[in-house]
């Protein structure tokens, strides 16, 4: 699944790809190739993030991806983006069976019928869902339901133009080519179709990524994305309500949750208790209209790497929580230090491996 801003009409398959997760606080970037039939995961890199103050600044960008692109060992011009929860809008709508070129103009004309608010001067691009069968083989077709042009169920992302031509820019400034621009929340949803497919066709899943602004939840029944959800709360925030619970300095406060030492566990569990209950009920939203049980929550971000978080979440939601690796898929060609570290950052690559398999 993709939803490429820019390039999709190409169709290019890529044999080497740079992909960045432009996150709030860190910024993750990974370098994957195609070796025949085979994607391998070459270099990974985590930098700070640049600090946008008031405006996003080009200029600042086009500086941070020459450092990613030296971080990645610089063997490729070709970049993917994703971009992130505050700068993409993501629904999935129902829309006639047109090309996707006439898609972009139908939402661009009505955004507020069928995104529900006034989006003007955006860009949108569409995925279009695999139809299910509609009906048992042999079962005759309900003579109550009116018989019409079916629509097609489509994943709809929307950016800021501006925004949109300041990331090119900064991207052209930064002597690459911008492949793709795709908003981050798919991410973690192509990575894991890839690293579990047996789960994702057959199973009913959450996926949540813990952000450091918010989280996300992605809702995966038996193959399809059936529900998206963004939750204003990340790791900045259980930093920032430890930091005031415990009275210490915001970076005393990071170390303790990272570490989840055992003082700081009542301090946490304080901040990680409406984060759960806010995803508890996306999860029973879901139940409720499908009937179906989510056998299994599978979580990433930096939090995810904290068993004493996962418990605590497990608490909340009421369901099996597990971190995920989205690397497993890919063979490992790591130089010296990051094949050994990567079974512990794994975890906080998804958006980006995930958005550079647009590319291949």
């Not at 995104?115 to 949108?124: S, V």
């Not at 569409?126 to 097609?152: E, H, N, Q, R, W």
């Not at 989280?215 to 925030?237: A, M, P, Q, T």
């Not at 049980?293 to 939601?317: D, H, N, T, W």
Request: with cysteine; hydrophobic share 45%; charged share 20%.
């Amino acid at each position: 699944m993709a939803l490429p801003f820019i390039g999709g009409e190409s169709k290019k398959r890529r044999n080497q790809m740079m992909a960045v997760d432009l996150g709030t606080r860190t910024t993750k970037a990974v370098l994957m190739e195609r070796r025949g039939e085979v994607l391998v995961l070459s270099r990974y890199a985590l930098l700070d993030a640049p600090i946008y103050e008031k405006k996003f600044s080009a200029d600042l960008l086009s500086d941070h991806l020459h450092s990613v692109t030296e971080a990645l060992g610089g063997t490729t011009k070709f970049v993917t983006l994703a971009i992130g929860l505050d700068d993409a809008i993501v629904r999935q709508v129902e829309l006639p069976q047109i090309p996707v070129g006439e898609m972009r103009l139908v939402l661009r004309n009505n955004t507020k019928g069928y995104l529900q608010q006034d989006l003007p001067n955006h860009a949108f691009d569409c995925y279009i869902f695999p139809p299910k069968p509609m009906s048992t083989p042999g079962k005759p077709a309900d003579p109550a339901k009116p018989i019409g042009v079916p629509k097609l169920k489509v994943l709809v992302a929307g950016a800021k133009q501006q925004l949109m031509d300041d990331f090119q820019m900064a991207v052209k400034n930064a002597g690459l080519t911008a492949d793709c621009i795709v908003p981050g929340i798919i991410g973690p949803v192509n990575a894991f179709e890839m690293a579990m497919p047996q789960v994702f066709a057959n199973d009913s899943v959450a996926l949540v990524d813990i952000g450091f602004k918010q989280s996300s939840i992605c809702v995966l029944d038996r193959g399809e994305l059936v529900l998206i959800r963004v939750v204003n709360i990340g790791g900045d925030k259980l930093t920032t309500g430890l930091a005031e619970a415990m009275n210490i300095t915001y970076a005393d406060a990071e170390g303790a949750k990272v570490g989840m030492a055992p003082e700081a566990k009542s301090s946490i569990e304080t901040q990680v208790v409406p984060l759960g209950r806010e995803l508890r009920a996306s999860l029973d939203f879901f139940e409720h209209q499908q009937d179906r049980p989510v056998s299994q929550i599978y979580v990433s971000g930096a939090a995810a790497k904290s068993e004493m978080f996962l418990e605590m979440l497990r608490a909340e939601m009421i369901a099996e929580c597990k971190t995920w690796n989205p690397a497993t898929f890919l063979q490992l060609a790591l130089p010296g230090q990051q094949a050994v570290e990567i079974e512990h950052v794994g975890p906080q690559l998804g958006v980006a491996i995930g958005a550079a398999l647009a590319a291949f």
